[in-house]
């Protein structure tokens, strides 16, 4: 299934049982108190849009635990709006009592959401094909939705990446150049891409629990900050009298921004501008 050339949702050749029926799609989220009926969704995410993802299926009710590594620490910065409602846990995924732990836990997790490049969690032993093992095993399907920079395909692939690279790799930079008068690009001040790919995502993983409602089975989402760049490319730009209106807005300071000011300055002088509105 293709939805909005950015998500990817199959099946695989596994036969897991029958349909998990909630009821409706979102009953399963919305209208149960019961930790027992919850959506359980483990968060293997940093940054920004991979716990969007998460957050949103949050704010329907789902049941979240953010699972950090002591190996890799996420910035404290985006901590408050990513991670809003979820509980926190830090496991060595690398150490037998980590990898115990969190196996006992995907013994009955509904939802997965794997934000790190791709192939970091199959070599750790946690990528689609455990979780289609590990479902077969349970008797009752997953969905599994990854989030990355530069999609699933191509020899980029496997490149980690972040919102500032996605962008200039996509024209993105470059388009908003164009509109400040410029040629030359210049990285856009917030991160749209990235709250972009967290909303697709979410929407991939209700997909996959709408599949595993009405069909059963193990479902794989993916999203990425290339393919949501894309699609606004797709989607077009404002009509220009638009455009002029929001240069006017903008403001000279913002106006006159460079390629090479960092993603702090361009932000900030956004920030600046927008309290002046």
């Known amino acids: 299934m293709h939805l909005n050339t950015t998500t990817y949702i199959h099946t695989t050749d596994t036969a897991i049982n029958a349909p998990v029926h909630y009821g409706s ?58 991670n809003m409602g979820k509980r926190a846990a830090e496991l060595d995924l690398k150490a037998p009592q980590g990898r115990k732990i969190f196996e006992q836990l995907l013994g009955h997790v509904d939802v997965v959401i794997d934000g790190y490049r791709p192939g970091a969690l199959d070599k750790l032993g946690y990528g689609p094909k455990t979780m289609a093992d590990i479902a077969v095993k349970r008797g009752k399907g997953i969905v599994y939705v990854n989030e990355n920079c530069f999609g699933y395909e191509g020899e980029w692939a496997g490149r980690p990446g972040w919102q500032q690279v996605a962008d200039c ?15 030359e690009s210049v990285v856009p001040p917030f991160p749209i891409s990235d709250y972009g790919t967290g909303c697709i995502g979410a929407i991939t993983a209700l997909a996959g629990l709408y599949h595993r ?37 903008a403001g000279p300071d913002f106006l006159a921004l460079r390629h090479a000011h960092s993603v702090d300055q361009i932000s900030g002088t956004a920030l600046r501008r927008m309290r002046k509105l």
């Open 25 to 82: 799609l979102l009953s399963c989220i919305t209208t149960s108190t019961s930790t027992r009926t919850r959506i359980k969704v483990p968060d293997l995410c940093r940054i920004i849009a991979g716990p969007i993802i998460a957050r949103i299926l949050g704010e329907y009710g789902a049941e979240f635990l953010k699972v950090t590594s002591p190996h890799l620490s996420d910035v404290p910065f985006f901590q408050v709006d990513g």
């Open 169 to 183: 790799v996509t024209g993105i930079a470059w388009e908003l150049g164009q509109f400040m008068g410029l040629d």
């Open 213 to 249: 409602t009405t069909k059963g089975g193990l479902w794989h989402g993916m999203a990425s900050l290339l393919h949501y760049d894309l699609l606004l490319f797709k989607v077009g730009l404002l009509p220009e009298s638009v455009q002029t209106e929001l240069r006017q807005q």
